[in-house]
């Protein structure tokens, strides 16, 4: 079966730190570009950070510096390590699959960050 499935959101304290995991099955994980993107309430999905198949990363100017994304290969998952966390970084955190070759795209269903005092 075809899925990523998301985990490691929660409720944090502002300057706080969390860290999403993205687990891949059912797909070639090394062929996939994997991202994070974000959706806060009432506001459109916007892309967070990118990460291709060697590693290369890209981020959002709102989250560089505070965020980082990796993957791990072998495993078969991808990381959003997420620090000094802001009320504003508050939304339903989705992972992103996409394969390099035809373009076809894969979402997760998920997960919950709260950044609140």
């Known amino acids: 079966q075809v899925q990523l499935v998301e985990s490691g959101g929660g409720l944090v304290q502002p300057g706080g730190s969390l860290r999403l995991s993205c687990g891949a099955s059912?797909?070639?994980?090394?062929?996939?570009?994997m991202g994070w993107y974000r959706q806060a309430p009432g506001k459109e999905r916007e892309l967070v950070a990118t990460i291709s198949r060697h590693g290369d990363t890209n981020y959002v100017d709102s989250v560089a510096g505070r965020f980082t994304i990796s993957r791990d290969n072998a495993k078969n998952t991808a990381y959003l390590q997420m620090n000094r966390l802001k009320p504003e970084d508050t939304a339903v955190y989705y992972c992103n699959g996409k394969n390099i070759f035809d373009g076809r795209g894969i979402w997760g269903q998920g997960t919950q960050v709260t950044v609140s005092s």
């Open positions: 059912g797909i070639l994980f090394h062929l996939y570009l």
